[in-house]
């Protein structure tokens, strides 16, 4: 088994829960610009669909939402947009297709779940950049 870890300041871990040996690690933290920011990176990491997506960046220098392989680290897609806001990506099946829901500091974005491609975006102005609440649809 694996443990992901995803620090304030964009560093993914992957841990061996047998060992606790580090298997790999990415550092990111390159993509956050701390001059601005609340708290940093404020997102869980998701097991969706064989990879592991984690949202990294800020609102200085943009964000990119990355489908990790969780064995090896290595990138399998990457979506790039506006700064994260504060708040885990989440993942639902809308419309037949899954998808990764997630909000950045100006907008709720959904994305491929196989492929990183953006499919729709609405806009959503907040001050904070917080979604208190995850994320949830319901049907009509």
């Not at 897609?77 to 419309?95: D, L, Q, V």
């Given at each position: 088994t694996t443990v992901i870890t995803i620090g304030g300041n964009a560093v993914?871990?992957?841990w061996s829960t047998a060992t606790g040996e580090?298997?790999?690690r990415k550092d990111y933290s390159a993509s956050v610009d701390t001059s601005k920011l609340f708290t940093g990176t404020a997102a869980s990491a998701l097991s969706e669909g064989g990879f592991v997506i984690v949202q990294v960046g800020s609102d200085i220098?943009?964000?990119r939402v990355i489908a990790l392989d969780p064995k090896t680290g290595v990138e399998k897609w990457t979506w790039t947009g506006k700064g994260p806001g504060y708040s885990s990506p989440s993942a639902f099946t809308i419309g037949g297709?899954?998808?990764i829901v997630t909000m950045t500091e100006g907008s709720i974005e959904g994305l491929d779940a196989k492929t990183g491609a953006g499919l729709w975006s609405i806009p959503f102005a907040d001050d904070w950049h917080v979604?208190?609440?995850t994320l949830g649809l319901l049907p009509r």
């Amino acid at each position: 088994t694996t443990v992901i870890t995803i620090g304030g300041n964009a560093v993914v871990g992957a841990w061996s829960t047998a060992t606790g040996e580090a298997l790999w690690r990415k550092d990111y933290s390159a993509s956050v610009d701390t001059s601005k920011l609340f708290t940093g990176t404020a997102a869980s990491a998701l097991s969706e669909g064989g990879f592991v997506i984690v949202q990294v960046g800020s609102d200085i220098q943009g964000g990119r939402v990355i489908a990790l392989d969780p064995k090896t680290g290595v990138e399998k897609w990457t979506w790039t947009g506006k700064g994260p806001g504060y708040s885990s990506p989440s993942a639902f099946t809308i419309g037949g297709t899954r998808q990764i829901v997630t909000m950045t500091e100006g907008s709720i974005e959904g994305l491929d779940a196989k492929t990183g491609a953006g499919l729709w975006s609405i806009p959503f102005a907040d001050d904070w950049h917080v979604l208190e609440r995850t994320l949830g649809l319901l049907p009509r």
